[in-house]
């Protein structure tokens, strides 16, 4: 039901309404980054970047779960502070590498929590706890083109400064 739900919502147009605030605005460098992964998968599967139609049909992918048998939602408690995102963040690393320890493959995606009404009404989420993020849980195709795709990492020497040794 959540996964139809959310299909619908797509279809519509519903802008999506997450409860942990997302950029307004992001830096030069991230938005060249984001560019390049989009040119990345558009060039995986052959689909023109610039047509919106295309782009739409790869959205389908989040909002149907990713066609995943199960999905994590992650909530945390509204009266923390955001500094409690670093202890939700190391969780859902924990979940993901026990997940593949299980022979489960797994997908964090923001767009999983994009309408966090469907599932507070599916699963009795409380307001009191803030929908952070979906994990995607199952087994991959591998022979999808999308999971052939590694997303291009920045090298440590431009994250990375080491003081001190």
């Given amino acids: 039901r959540i996964r139809q739900s959310y299909l619908r919502r797509a279809e519509e147009g519903v802008e999506r ?6 950029p307004t605005e992001w830096p030069d460098a991230h938005r060249a980054r984001i560019a390049e992964l989009m040119r990345l998968r558009s060039g995986l599967l052959g689909v023109n970047p610039d047509d919106a139609e295309a782009r ?12 995943a048998p199960a999905v994590v939602w992650l909530c945390m408690d509204r009266a923390l502070s955001p500094w409690s995102l670093f202890d939700l963040g190391s969780f859902a690393q924990s979940l993901m590498l026990a997940a593949t320890e299980q022979g489960l493959d797994s ?3 923001v767009m999983l929590a994009a309408y966090p009404a469907i599932i507070r009404a599916e699963l009795g989420v409380p307001d009191s706890l803030a929908i952070a993020i979906g994990i995607a849980l199952g087994r991959a195709e591998r022979e999808d083109p999308m999971n052939k795709l590694r997303s291009p990492r920045r090298s440590l ?5 080491v003081r001190g040794l």
Avoid at 17 to 22: C, G, K, N, S, V
Avoid at 57 to 67: A, E, P, V, Y
Avoid at 157 to 161: G, N, Q, R
């Fill in 107 to 109: 997908v964090p995606a």
């Fill in 157 to 161: 020497a431009e994250i990375l400064t």
């Fill in 56 to 67: 739409r049909t790869l959205m389908q992918r989040n909002f149907s779960l990713f066609g």
């Fill in 17 to 22: 309404a997450l409860e942990i605030t997302a």
